[in-house]
């Protein structure tokens, strides 16, 4: 019954984003054709489809896809380690805390944009300046999820640590993960879409190659629907992403309340 119940919860998923997307693109066509915009404003839905679908017959596409991809997964693991890291640490010292969260927030706010040059400067122009542009933008959020799970540990929960005399590593798998864990995906969620956002920013910036790349010579060139096909990988590529944190976090969070 469970598993039906289930397969039905993903059938009507699957045909809330079809209709959802079908009734987008019929307005699209309709506004585009009524309208007579220009091709060079906004093309149709069947010109950007074309350029899409020549992107990826000619195969033109895919070392760009691949480039942003790896940029993303990379920066993505290693933020989300560091975050996690710097988050239990803050959490355990104060004074480092004290010390380091002004350096982070400053990086947080300053515009993305605006970072991009400096580590060019700093780092060259190669993946290295990129990767780390990305780590900046998923460290925090990773970072302040570790911090509200830790924060969120019941003072009973600790208690009954110490009167069972559990290591400090049983305290850490058994108690703080597991308490931080909810609140780690909401940040893990968030900061997969940071990390493709950094990605296209630092490769219109900077890049050779890359999804960024792509939406830059077609903007420098006028072509729109190219533009537009580049645009719908690059939210393909961060709603494939995000699913697949999405797919991690019904598996590690099966027991809470929230996945039953």
Partial sequence: MKKGNKTRKLLSSILEYVLSIGVFVLAWLIYTTVKDVPLYVLPGPAE???SLIEMFADGTVYPHLWA???EVILGFIIGSVLGMALGYLFIKVD?????LMP???FFQTAPKIALVPLFVVWFGIGIVSKIILIITMV???VLSGMMLGLDSIPKEAKDLMKVLKASKWQIFTKIEMQYSMPALFSSFKIGIIQAVIGAIVAEWMSGKVGLGYILTYSSSTYDTPALLAGIIVTIVLGIVTYEIVSIFENKALYWHESKK
């Fill in 48 to 50: 950007v489809g074309k």
């Fill in 68 to 70: 942003t991809t790896y």
């Fill in 95 to 99: 004074v480092l805390r004290t010390a």
């Fill in 103 to 105: 350096y982070l927030i």
């Fill in 139 to 141: 460290l925090f959020p």
